[in-house]
C-alpha cells in the first residue's frame, strides 16, 4: 500500500511542480498512483491513448520511436525529476514515443483529469508549469535532431529537468 | 503604434475567436506590429526572453546552430507563434528566428504577458493554451522528423514546406462560423 508521503513528498520537491500552491499540489498528488517497473518494462507506448503524464521519481528510461523501417531510433534518455507523458494528454492524441524503463524504475502517475481547473490563476500557474516541462522535452529532442541531421557533435547546453540525450551517445551502456 | 483590426487578427489567429470581443481587444491593444526583412533575425539563440511574436504574414525558420552549421528545426507560419516561450520561461533564447521572407508580425512583450496575467485575465489564458498547441505540434514534429533522420543522408535538414495544419483548429472553427 502506498503511503501518502510517497507520492507528496516528490511532488513538493520537484523544481517545477514544487513551485505550485500547497492547494494545487494536494489535489495532483491526491490523484497520483505511485507505480513501479523493471528494466525493459514499458512505461507508455508509441501509439497507445494518452490518459495520463507521468513524473519519474527514481531510475533511468529511454524515449524510443519506430523509424519507417520498424526499427528503434532513440530520442532522449529521462533521468530523475523528469515529466513525461504530457503531449498526449495536452492534445488528446496517441503516444508519439514509447518510453521504457532502463534501470528499476518508480514514476508518479497523474490522470489528464487534473488540467481540468476551472479557477483562473490555478489553470494559469499550472499551465506555466507544464509549459515548462514541455519546453524543456523539446529542448532535448531538437539538440537530439540536431545532431542527427546536422552538427553530429553534440551542442554544449546546460539542461535541466530530467530529460537528456540519449545514454548511448553518453558512453553509457 | 499600429494596432491590428479585429478581423485581421481573427483572419491569422482563428481560435482568438473563443475570446469575448473586450479581451479581444485588450490582447490587441498590448501588441505591437514589427516587420523584418528576408533574412533578418527576429531573434538569436542567448538572447534575454523579452517578448512573443504573433506571425501576421510571412514565415520564420527556427534554427539550433551548432558548432559547424546551423538545422532548421522548425518552419512558422502565419497564425503560429515564435518565441512564445520567453513569456513564461526566464532563461536565454535556446534557438535563433529568421524572417524566411518578408515577415509582418504582432509582439507581445514578456511584461505585456504578466501584466495579463497577474491581472488573471482569460487572455493569458487563451495565450498560454495556444503556447501549449504549439509545443504539441512542435514536439511531434521534432520526433517525427527523429523517427526519420536516422536513415537520411546528412544534409537533409530544412523542414518541409508544406504546413500541415491541426485539424483540432480546423474543426473549431468550423463550428464558430
Known amino acids: ?173 | 503604434m499600429a494596432h491590428p483590426s479585429f478581423r485581421e487578427f481573427l483572419r491569422a489567429f482563428p481560435a482568438a475567436r473563443s475570446l469575448g470581443r473586450s479581451e479581444l481587444h485588450r490582447l490587441i491593444e498590448h501588441t505591437v506590429e514589427v516587420s523584418f526583412e528576408p533574412q533578418a533575425v527576429v531573434f538569436a539563440a542567448g538572447d534575454d526572453p523579452d517578448a512573443a511574436y504573433l506571425i501576421r504574414r510571412g514565415s520564420v525558420l527556427v534554427l539550433h546552430s551548432g558548432r559547424m552549421d546551423s538545422v532548421a528545426l522548425a518552419r512558422l507560419y502565419r497564425g503560429d507563434m515564435v518565441g512564445e516561450m520567453g513569456l513564461v520561461d526566464g532563461r536565454p533564447r535556446s534557438a535563433s528566428a529568421v524572417a524566411e521572407d518578408g515577415l509582418s508580425c504582432w509582439r507581445l512583450s514578456r511584461d505585456s504577458y504578466a501584466s495579463l496575467r497577474d491581472d488573471g485575465d482569460p487572455v493569458a489564458e487563451w495565450l498560454l493554451g495556444e503556447l501549449g498547441r504549439g509545443l504539441c505540434e512542435r514536439i511531434r514534429g521534432v520526433e517525427a522528423r527523429i523517427g526519420r533522420a536516422a536513415l537520411q543522408p546528412a544534409g537533409v535538414r530544412v523542414p518541409p514546406r508544406r504546413r500541415q495544419r491541426d485539424p483540432r483548429t480546423l474543426l473549431d472553427w468550423f463550428r464558430r462560423l
Do not use: K, Y
Request: aromatic share 4%; with cysteine.
Open chain 1, 1 to 173: 500500500m502506498t503511503e501518502p508521503t510517497e507520492i507528496r513528498a516528490p511532488v513538493d520537491a520537484h523544481p517545477l511542480l514544487g513551485m505550485l500552491p500547497e492547494r494545487e499540489r494536494d489535489r495532483l498528488a491526491s490523484g497520483a498512483a505511485r507505480l513501479s517497473f523493471h528494466p525493459g518494462q514499458a512505461i507508455c507506448r508509441e501509439g497507445a491513448a494518452s490518459s495520463s503524464f507521468f513524473l519519474l521519481v527514481d531510475g533511468r528510461a529511454r524515449v524510443t520511436r519506430t523509424r519507417p523501417n520498424g526499427s528503434q531510433e532513440q530520442v532522449a534518455s529521462l533521468e530523475r525529476t523528469a515529466l513525461f507523458g504530457l503531449v498526449g494528454v495536452m492534445d488528446g492524441q496517441r503516444r508519439s514515443t514509447t518510453i521504457a524503463a532502463l534501470t528499476p524504475c518508480v514514476c508518479l502517475s497523474f490522470p489528464r483529469g487534473v488540467l481540468a481547473v476551472t479557477d483562473g490563476d490555478r489553470a494559469l500557474r499550472l499551465r506555466e508549469i507544464l509549459a515548462a516541462a514541455m519546453n524543456e522535452q523539446l529542448r532535448v529532442e531538437n539538440l537530439r535532431l540536431t545532431g542527427l541531421v546536422g552538427d553530429r557533435a553534440a551542442a554544449e547546453v546546460t539542461l535541466s529537468g530530467g530529460w537528456r540525450l540519449p545514454a548511448i551517445e553518453q558512453g553509457d551502456a
